[in-house]
């Protein structure tokens, strides 16, 4: 589950000059989104489509990706709500770049702006409660339990590094405002963390699986929480992603290439 990860539905060979890193062109949501990113190191999967489509955001409201990479999640939501004013931060600023470029290239820079920053001390421009909504596609390999790839740029990507989940949770439930929501998408062996992260903070917390397959376990899950609310966890039936010979289903086809809400 890279970070910033999106579902490509055709990609192109690598365009790049003698001074600039190759770069692949992949579009998203039935071609309706373009979305440029590095060839090597960091690559994209389907995760923040599936977050984008998890926020229930509506025009004028204010949604903050942390993590946000290439710009593909924040990208996603622009384009199926408008109106909506979308932020992304990310610690790489080479990938700062190329989602800025991408919200430009999309003609949604208006409505979509990125910083580079850490989650653990986020920049003055985010201010505490100021988002309606608050999305994640955190690191995922757990500091210090996890072998990290080889490549330097996905290592950062995937590794937890100094900043955990906690800390990812941390920051999420500090800049939304009270009764807003934050939502998570993440390895399903790491829903204890998610949960232990929130507990007493947050509340109305639902549990979506992502289901592989009919009848097989859950890799990923959806979570998403309301700071300052007191209403009781709920585990939704969750979405299966893949038919038996492989291809999507036609539910996650509605998301992944029409651009559908998922309800949680």
Request: one cysteine or more; proline letters at 7%.
């Amino acid at each position: 589950m890279p970070r910033g990860g999106c579902s490509a539905t055709s990609a192109k060979p690598p365009m790049a000059d003698a001074a600039a890193e190759p770069v692949t062109e992949d579009r998203l949501l039935g071609g309706r989104l373009v979305l440029r990113q590095p060839a090597n190191g960091f690559r994209a999967a389907i995760d923040p489509v599936l977050l984008a489509a998890a926020i229930s955001a509506e025009a004028g409201r204010r949604v903050l990706e942390l993590g946000a990479g290439t710009g593909a999640a924040a990208l996603c939501l622009a384009r199926r709500v408008g109106g909506v004013q979308v932020a992304g931060l990310d610690r790489q600023q080479d990938l700062v770049a190329h989602a800025a470029a991408n919200a430009a290239l999309n003609g949604l820079a208006d409505r979509v702006a990125f910083l580079a920053g850490d989650v653990r001390l986020p920049p003055a421009d985010l201010l505490a409660g100021s988002f309606d909504h608050v999305m994640a596609n955190p690191p995922y390999l757990e500091a210090g339990r996890a072998t990290l790839p080889p490549d330097p740029a996905r290592a950062l990507a995937v590794g937890e590094g100094a900043a955990d989940l906690r800390v990812w949770l941390d920051c999420a439930l500090r800049l939304v405002r009270p009764r807003g929501s934050i939502t998570v998408i993440h390895r399903a062996d790491r829903l204890d963390a998610l949960l232990a992260g929130l507990f007493g903070r947050a509340g109305e917390i639902v549990v979506f699986p992502l289901w592989p397959g009919a009848g097989k376990p859950a890799k990923r899950v959806l979570v998403r929480a309301r700071r300052g609310v007191e209403t009781p966890l709920r585990l939704a039936s969750g979405l299966v992603l893949h038919e038996a010979d492989g291809r999507f289903t036609a539910a996650a086809e509605a998301v992944l290439r029409d651009g559908q809400a998922l309800v949680l």
